[in-house]
Structures are given as C-alpha cells and as structure tokens.
C-alpha cells in the first residue's frame, strides 16, 4: 500500500511503492481503452490543478485524470488567482481547501513549493514539476513506458542526455530508475553535468554521445531548458547540435531494442534530428498516452491513502 499522503518526488518513494502505481497505473491504461473510459473512483472528490508555470502535457493530463475518475475539477492559474493581489501562496491553498478540495496538484517554478504547501494543507500534494528539483509523475510514466516495452525495470543501462543541471525530470528518473539496480550514464556538456553526483551509486558521466549510446538499453533526450538559463552554458547552439543531438549517424549506435524517451516538447533539429521523427514519434507519444494512466494511478492510492487514514 501506497504509504504518503503526499506525492512529492521518487526520492521519497520506496521501489515498493513506485511498482505498485506502474501495476494500478496498467489497470486504469486498459479501462481508458474501452468504451465507456470513465470510473466513479474519485466521485464526490475534488481536484484542484494549481499551475504557476507554462504546461501542456502535464496540465491537461492531471485534468482528464481526474475527469476519468469522476472527480470535479478546479483549474487555477496564478494570473487569473488573488495571487496578483498579494494573497499568499499558502493562502490560497488553504482557502481553496475551505471549499472541500482533496487534492491539490501543484506546479511551480521555486524548487520545494510543493514541499511547503503540503505542510500546511490537510489536502494531498501532488508535486508537478517544482523548479529544477523533480517531475515524480513524468519519472513515473518513463518507468512505466519502460516496463511496458521491455518487460522490467531491472539492471538496465539507462542514458540521460541533455540540460541535465536543470532538469527535473533527470533527477526523477534518476531517483526512479536507481531504486531498481539500473546503471545511470549523464551525457551532456560539463557545464550542464550537476556537481552533486554520486558515482557510488551507479551515477556516471560521459562527454561522448556515440560512445554513451552503444550499451544503453533506455536513453532518454532532455531539452534545452532556456527559461532557468541566466547565463549561456556552451559556446552555441550549434555546438551543442553537434555534440549532444541523436541524429543519422549517432543514431546508428543504438541497439536494435534501445528505446528512446523523452519528456517533451521536443525542439527537433534540437535534442532530436527531425529525420528521426517518423522512427521515435510513436514512443514519445506513448509516453504521453501513459501519463494519463499513471496520473489516474496516483490520485486514486493517494485518495484511498487518505480515506484510510480518517
């Protein structure tokens, strides 16, 4: 049994817990595939998506979650909030919860925002991406998305390459992807390589993309992250391009059953050849069709988690 109130990264997670929402997560990507897609599961239950940040995929894919399991549904964007009045973050919340809200998902661009607000919130906290810390439901649907295509999560070779230094959904998959004896190889320019990595732990690093690419079971291709971006941290973008892009030729040091992830958007012709796009498309958006599931996944054990604890 899932054993937090709160969702706040796979740090915090045993592999216990992370193997019991990929097995609930299965069973709710085969109810989405029937007919009738809906579950009363979370009905008489109320979400609120609390979004201080620019969001697509994830914003949308918490909404229909939680639709999917017959919550009702707040959406609340800090530009249209009393937060341009001066209201407090904190204060919102708990003035949202005043209303029966059950679980707030939280989104926003200071690293621990979530962390502060689930200790003052009788609410579940949901963590969607704070600043550069972790993505724990975008970790969660690459895992998942793993265990899919090949069958386990255990002791594979897994390839982050990338804006590792910014990247929170680097720092969930690493957390993730460690829990199951996975070895973890960090390419990208060393300017971008955070300095608090643990080689002991099967962390290692590596400035040669090719050489990275030959014994990867799993590699997944991260974004440059401009808008955390104060400085430059390579030369140009061309360089980078260079370097650190899958492209026609790195591509051919890929195994035959390496899979190739990444969390989106993809700038292609970035991160990604555009020539690739037709081979790599269909993944990424499984990869987008299991984040539903997965979201669905955790807002019921958390739910359920709270119901128990009455």
Not at 56 to 62: G, N, P, Q
Not at 211 to 237: C, N, W, Y
Not at 264 to 279: A, F, M, Q, Y
Request: positive net charge; aromatic residues 6%.
């Amino acid at each position: 049994m899932l054993n937090k109130k709160h969702l706040l990264g796979i740090k915090d997670l045993s592999k216990e817990e992370i193997e019991e929402i990929l097995n609930q997560a299965k069973v709710f990507k085969e109810v989405s595939q029937r007919q009738v897609k809906k579950t009363p599961a979370l009905r008489g239950k109320t979400v609120v998506n609390l979004f201080f940040e620019p969001s697509t995929r994830t914003r949308i894919s918490f909404e229909l979650a939680a639709k999917r399991l017959s919550a009702d549904v707040i959406n609340v964007a800090s530009q249209s909030s009393s937060l341009v009045k001066g209201e407090s973050l904190i204060d919102t919340l708990q003035n949202i919860e005043a209303l029966s809200c059950d679980i707030a998902i939280v989104r926003h661009t200071v690293a621990g925002t979530p962390h502060i607000l689930a200790e003052h919130t009788h609410a579940c906290v949901v963590n969607a991406g704070d600043g550069s810390n972790e993505h724990p439901t975008q970790g969660l649907l690459d895992m998942f998305t793993v265990k899919e295509r090949l069958g386990t999560l255990q002791n594979l070779n897994v390839v982050i390459v990338g804006d590792i230094l910014h990247s929170r959904v680097a720092r969930s998959n690493v957390w993730g992807f460690l829990k199951f004896g996975c070895g973890i190889t960090l390419c990208a320019p060393p300017t971008l390589i955070p300095r608090d990595i643990d080689e002991e732990q099967g962390v290692g690093v590596s400035y040669d993309l090719a050489g990275s690419l030959k014994k990867a079971d799993v590699v997944i291709m991260l974004r440059i992250q401009r808008e955390r971006q104060a400085t430059h941290f390579f030369p140009s973008l061309r360089e980078y391009v260079r370097y650190f892009s899958l492209n026609d030729t790195t591509a051919k040091a890929l195994g035959k059953n390496t899979l190739v992830l990444h969390p989106g958007p993809v700038n292609w012709d970035t991160e990604i050849s555009s020539s690739l796009k037709e081979r790599l498309s269909p993944l990424i958006l499984d990869q987008v069709t299991n984040g539903l599931a997965v979201r669905m996944a955790v807002l019921y054990l958390l739910s359920l988690r709270k119901e128990q604890k009455r």
